[in-house]
């Protein structure tokens, strides 16, 4: 809605009428929200409530190794899949270029990723460094303490629903 105050102040109508003739002026595009819509059945609000908590959960298991769960995450992706590029990664992880920058280079300035220059192009491939691997190893079993937490949480038939479900919404 625009509600331009100069222009009521310089009208000779009532403020409600002012309001009222202002919408109808003014007034540029329809929202129609009815009583069916159920903003609780939100797609987008559900999913990012439910991102958060998780992630507040690993990140609690994370943060002592001075780390987030993202960035132990992408880590993890490293070890399983070998070294990588950039563009690799974030296609892998599904992160925005810039959000993953700044992990990795956050992680390259902990000494726990080294970069080099890509043999093709400008980019650069990302590999652990002893240090990394050594802080994988020390963080692995409260990744797994995590992990058994929210599958005992939801159930085993639940967590595996979850995942194939997750999955299934990344790919959309």
């Given at each position: ?13 009532s403020?409600?009428d002012?309001?009222?003739t202002?919408?109808?002026?003014v007034h ?9 819509d ?9 999913s990012r ?6 992630t507040?959960?690993y990140?609690?298991?994370a943060?002592?190794f001075?780390i987030t769960?993202t960035q132990?995450?992408l880590m993890?992706t490293?070890?399983?899949a070998?070294?990588q590029?950039?563009?690799?990664l974030?296609?892998k992880r ?7 920058t700044?992990n ?6 902990l000494?726990l990723?080294?970069s080099?220059?890509?043999?093709q ?15 994988v ?6 990744w797994r303490k ?9 159930g085993e038939?639940g967590?595996?629903?979850?995942l194939?479900?997750l ?6």
């Open positions: 809605m625009l509600f331009l105050a100069h222009d009521i102040e310089a009208s000779p109508l403020q409600a002012q309001v009222t202002t919408l109808e002026t540029i595009h329809a929202i129609s929200l009815q009583m069916t159920d903003f609780t059945q939100c797609m987008v609000s559900s409530m439910a991102a958060r908590a998780i507040r959960r990140d609690a298991y943060r002592p001075g769960s132990f995450s993890g490293i070890i399983a070998g070294d590029t950039v563009s690799e974030a296609e599904g992160f925005e270029r810039t959000t993953l700044r990795l280079d956050r992680l390259e300035k000494g990723i080294a080099r220059p890509a043999e192009g400008n980019g650069r491939i990302c590999g652990l460094t002893d240090k990394g691997r050594a802080l190893e020390q963080l692995l079993p409260f995590a992990q058994a937490e929210i599958r005992a949480e939801l038939a967590f595996e629903q979850t194939k479900t999955r299934r919404l990344a790919a959309v």
